[in-house]
């Protein structure tokens, strides 16, 4: 899979000017409770080996570890030469994000060289959190961050419109189709359109399927030939966007992986009462 994404990559780098362009893999944090800094390390070389300019950070609240391993993360990022941003996960944690403890994230790591910058200024995304929208006012002023928020909950235009606009750029979850048909970029172009020229972040992703009762998740997205024909949509389409974010490097519960397999990362099959580990022998890294 790496490979193929390092091909199809190098495909759309030939194809269209797009040198400006980044391309993001979205990685859960949560999944790295026995990560060191070399085991970050490993995981950043097959990022960039692939051609991937930044892992987002996906981070929820009141997980235990996050402080240790946003730690090695950096640590490894910046041996590497990698860029890191942060994802604050405002669905998956205890509560959503309390607003002082993002500005306080923000305002240790963002000024790092391994912090990933636009126009520069430290770039911040979301899982969701429009209810949050207000805060990103005061935590925009504090940090003078870069936001780019996924709040495909509401849509395109009601997202742009949030907090009154306080989003620099929105990311867009809907990376499958819809029951039996096929992807279009339907929702790219919508996004495009209500962003009024504001940069547009959008989703890549090679399978979807969930089963963990747990977490009341059990369903399939059709995904057959999807890394493939998105990858020619992103090339296709009639406007460029400009980041793109692979959903995912190491989400295992959910089957988008692009990285390696880890038995070290399979916590989410235990927790979300899986009736079998589901992606163990079926590497997505070919």
């Known amino acids: 899979m790496l490979l193929l994404g390092a091909l199809l990559l190098a495909a759309l780098l030939t194809a269209r000017s797009v040198e400006s362009k980044s391309v993001f893999a979205h990685f859960m944090v949560g999944n790295t409770e026995k990560f060191d800094v070399t085991n970050w390390e490993d995981n950043i070389i097959l990022a960039q080996q692939a051609h991937i300019d930044a892992f987002a950070l996906n981070i929820a609240h009141g997980w235990k570890y996050n402080d240790q391993q946003i730690s090695n993360a950096f640590a490894a990022a910046s041996a590497r030469g990698f860029r890191l941003f942060f994802s604050f996960d405002y669905a998956g944690g205890d509560v959503p994000w309390p607003m002082a403890e993002v500005k306080a994230l923000i305002q240790k790591y963002g000024s790092s060289a391994a912090h990933f910058q636009y126009n520069g200024k430290p770039f911040v995304s979301t899982f969701e959190g429009p209810d949050n ?3 990103w006012k005061s935590i925009k002023a504090d940090t003078s961050c870069f936001f780019i928020p996924d709040w495909s909950s509401l849509g395109a235009g009601p997202a742009a419109r949030a907090g009154d606009g306080v989003a620099d750029g929105l990311f867009n979850w809907a ?10 970029t339907y929702i790219d172009a919508s996004y495009n359109q209500m962003l009024g020229g504001k940069p547009y972040m959008m989703p890549v992703s090679p399978w979807f399927f969930t089963n963990l009762p747990g977490y009341s998740k059990n369903w399939l997205w059709k995904s057959g030939d999807l890394w493939y024909e998105r990858w ?11 980041f793109l974010e692979i959903i995912s490097w190491n989400d295992y519960g959910e089957s988008h992986y692009i990285g390696p397999l880890d038995n070290n990362q399979y916590e989410a099959f235990s927790v979300g009462d899986a009736p079998f580990n589901y992606v ?6 070919g």
Request: net charge negative; no cysteine; glycine share 6%.
């Open 232 to 242: 020619k949509q992103v090339v296709s389409m009639d406007f460029e966007p400009e």
């Open 280 to 285: 163990k022998g079926m590497p997505h890294d």
């Open 133 to 135: 929208a207000e805060d």
């Open 175 to 184: 990376a499958w189709p819809y029951g039996q048909r096929n992807m279009t």
